[in-house]
C-alpha cells in the first residue's frame, strides 16, 4: 500500500512554544469587518466572499483555514460540524450559531459529486496535488484578506490567522477561562492557547488595576490622593 504524501513531514519538530506577535483585531477593525454590508454595496464579489468567510472560520471558534478546507460533508450533522484538526488531531464538535448556519448554507459546495464541505479543494485527500491546491488556495485566500482589509480602510493586517486569534482573545476579554478557550480551539495544551493571549495580558492586567482604583475611589465618595 502507498504511503500517504505527507509534506514537509519533520517540519513541526520543534516542540516549544513561542510567543506570538499581535495579530488579532482591534475593536475598530472588528466593526469593520463583521458589520453587514448592504446589498447595495460596491465591494467585489470575491471580496465579499473572502469577507464572510473569515466571519464563517470566527464564528466558528477561530477555525483554521486548513480545516475550513478540508471539512466534509460527512462531517456536519443538522447544525453540529465534528471534525479532527490537521494540526492537532483532536476531535471537535461545534454547533452552529444561525448566523454560522446562514454562511455555510450560502458559501457550501454544490457540486453532488465532491466531498468537500466547500468549493476549496478538488483533488483527493492526502495526495500529492491535494496539497498544493490547498497551498495555493491559502495563499489566495491571504491576498484577498489582504486586499479586503485595504478596502475596508482596517488599522490591523488581517490573514488567516487573525479569525483564530480574535476569537481567542475576544473569549479572553470575555471572562472565558483559558482552560476553556484551549478546549474550544483545541489547543494541545493550554501552553500553546496562553501565547495567543500573552500580548494582550499586560492590557488586561491594566484594565483590572483601573478598575480596583476606580471601586476604591468609590468607596472613599472623592479623590484619592
Keep these: 500500500r502507498k504511503a500517504e504524501y505527507i509534506p514537509h513531514l519533520f517540519r513541526s519538530v520543534y516542540t516549544g512554544t513561542r510567543a506570538d506577535r499581535k495579530r488579532a483585531l482591534e475593536d475598530e477593525d472588528m466593526r469593520k469587518v463583521f458589520s453587514r454590508l448592504s446589498k447595495s454595496s460596491t465591494i467585489p464579489s470575491d471580496l465579499r466572499r473572502t469577507k464572510e468567510l473569515f466571519i464563517l472560520m470566527f464564528l466558528l471558534r477561530g477555525l483554521p483555514f486548513v480545516d475550513l478546507a478540508y471539512l466534509r460533508k460527512s462531517d456536519l450533522r443538522g447544525n453540529v460540524i465534528t471534525y479532527r484538526r490537521r494540526k492537532t488531531g483532536r476531535s471537535l464538535s461545534v454547533t452552529l450559531t444561525p448566523e454560522a448556519m446562514l454562511l455555510l448554507e450560502k458559501h457550501i459546495s454544490r457540486d453532488l459529486s465532491s466531498p468537500y464541505l466547500f468549493p476549496i479543494l ?104
Design 122 to 225: 478538488h483533488s483527493i485527500e492526502g495526495s500529492q496535488e491535494a496539497y498544493r491546491e490547498y497551498q495555493l488556495a491559502l495563499r489566495s485566500f491571504n491576498q484577498h484578506l489582504e486586499l479586503l482589509g485595504q478596502w475596508l480602510g482596517l488599522e490591523s493586517k488581517l490573514s488567516s490567522y487573525t479569525a483564530r486569534h480574535t476569537w481567542a482573545t475576544t473569549a479572553y476579554y470575555c471572562e472565558i477561562h483559558p482552560g476553556i478557550i484551549s478546549e474550544a480551539m483545541g489547543h494541545s495544551s493550554i501552553t500553546v492557547t496562553e501565547t495567543y493571549l500573552k500580548p494582550f495580558r499586560s492590557r488586561k492586567i491594566d484594565e483590572a488595576n483601573n478598575r480596583i482604583v476606580d471601586f476604591v475611589k468609590r468607596s472613599i465618595g472623592g479623590v484619592m490622593v
